[in-house]
């Protein structure tokens, strides 16, 4: 009989269910960055961001009783946090801070050294360019595009995380990076 690692999801998850609640701080430690950068990619603002990865721990705790243990745990925390962004991306559309605005933050950070000036500053306003792209996304579009190409989740853990079939996440992903691709075009069309 194998027994099952410390850090393994579904033993910290029965250890929490069981009243030890330090397991679920382990589980928080394992993915609080990864929420962290899925809700800024959501909502596009770094304090909202924190803030909602932080109430979506609180509830996925509080609910923890409920967990079912043949579910993948970030899948599960997911819906929690995908929710609040959602709702705080209603309630607050108008007044959300612009992924441009945000540049600063870097999912991969390029170091070169030997660049010049002129390089880094078209990276930079491609970088821009990206990100104002992105913003005026619809929420589920750049969803899609944050699940695949910055949390590089597979067909299949996307299709686990929407709760949806394969075809479905494929057919959404090509039409938000058409999307995106059709909002690029106009800033280097002119």
Excluded at 132 to 156: C, G
Excluded at 163 to 180: D, K, W
């Amino acid at each position: 009989m194998k027994i099952p690692e410390e850090n393994d999801d579904r033993a910290l998850i029965r250890r929490c269910q069981q009243g030890e609640t330090a397991s679920f701080g382990r589980l928080v430690e394992k993915y609080m960055k990864r929420a962290y950068f899925t809700a800024l990619g959501l909502v596009g603002n770094q304090e909202a961001a924190l803030d909602l990865s932080q109430e979506a721990f609180v509830r996925a705790y509080r609910s923890i009783g409920k967990f079912a243990a043949d579910r993948n745990f970030f899948t599960w925390y997911y819906q929690i946090l995908r929710n609040l962004c959602f709702n705080y991306w209603r309630d607050h559309k108008r007044h959300a801070c612009p992924f441009s605005e945000i540049g600063d933050i870097d999912l991969e950070t390029i170091v070169d050294t030997g660049q010049s000036s002129e390089k880094l500053a078209e990276q930079n306003e491609m970088r821009q360019a990206v990100w104002q792209a992105m913003n005026e996304l619809k929420p589920h579009e750049r969803e899609i595009i944050i699940l695949k190409d910055f949390q590089e989740l597979s067909y299949q853990q996307i299709a686990e995380t929407l709760n949806c079939p394969i075809g479905t996440v494929m057919s959404r992903l090509f039409t938000a990076r058409q999307a995106l691709k059709q909002k690029l075009e106009r800033f280097f069309n002119d």
